[in-house]
């Protein structure tokens, strides 16, 4: 059976860790981007159809934009970084109502709600894992970086210079050295 190298960026983090822990030989390595194994102890009991259907990070944009400049306006004013505002307006999908983000809002909040620790995950993760953190950003604090690190049987971390939360963005030639440096282990 083929296996393959995964890779999770937040939130694609926390997944590509459960997908790993639960198919372990479709994965021959993975690499967790700024994410932290942490989370509540228990899951949000609630059905998703009872789970509001906002996303809580553009829940109060005034979406959709009639056009790409206002909606540029408005992610400029509204992002901490360039990285961030490159996201978004990478995001963003021309509708018959105007642009929208084209991310699914309910998939984003459902994700978000249920939400759970997965440190108890990490030791049953045996193939080699790249974790890898931005430096002086909350994503991933000091604690959990050195939990997840040795909680890990087979782990190569790693912390960029950068701080912004889109690691592999931020300082592309820091983040390739190290990510190079983990391939090379394989």
Known sequence: MDS???VGHSMGGRV?????ALYPKLVKALAILDKSA????????LPLDQIPTVDPVTKDWPMPFSSLSEAAAFLRQTMDSD???QYFMNSLVE???GYQMMFSSQAIAANMAYEENWFHLLPNLTCPVLVLRAKGNDAVSDEDFLRMQSLLPNCLAREVDHPDHNVHLGNKEEFYRYFDEFIMTL
């Open 83 to 85: 990285l961030s505002y």
């Open 38 to 45: 942490s989370g509540p102890a228990e899951p949000n009991q």
């Open 4 to 6: 393959a190298l995964v």
């Open 16 to 20: 590509a860790g459960h997908l790993t």
């Open 95 to 97: 509708t018959v109502e």
